[in-house]
Nanobody, 122 residues
């Protein structure tokens, strides 16, 4: 599966953005999807994950209550709605896919999008 992330940009603290990850291929619904982020000088970290049918989700503690992951299997798309953004949310955001379970382990994901930059100004 090929992944294309978009929707990043510059936003003021307290604002919102919606990231979109479009997937190619006919087997999108077979994949668990995740969003990760990487800030300058830091390791890539898990943000959110969603099960194949969308019935299960998981979030990093740092984004719980502010971010929402969702998917539309008919459109081969996964979303990350980000509200109440903070400067510390500034990072390149990546979508990723694996065929097994929702996990925060970077190495468990087989496919990655190219990343989209989110910058939150204070």
């Amino acid at each position: 599966v090929q992944l294309q992330a978009s929707g990043g940009g510059l936003v003021q603290a307290g604002g919102s953005l919606r990231l979109v990850c479009a997937a190619s291929g006919r087997t999108f619904s077979s994949y668990v999807m995740g969003w990760f982020r990487q800030a300058p000088g830091k390791e890539r970290e898990f943000v959110a994950g969603i099960s194949r049918n969308g019935g299960g989700t998981s979030y990093a503690d740092s984004v719980k209550g502010r971010f929402t992951i969702s998917r539309d299997n008919a459109k081969n798309t996964v979303y990350l709605q980000m509200n109440s953004l903070k400067p510390e949310d500034t990072a390149v955001y990546y979508c990723a896919a694996n065929m097994y379970i929702i996990t925060g382990e970077v190495g468990s994901y087989d496919y990655w999008g190219q990343g989209t930059l989110v910058t939150v100004s204070s």
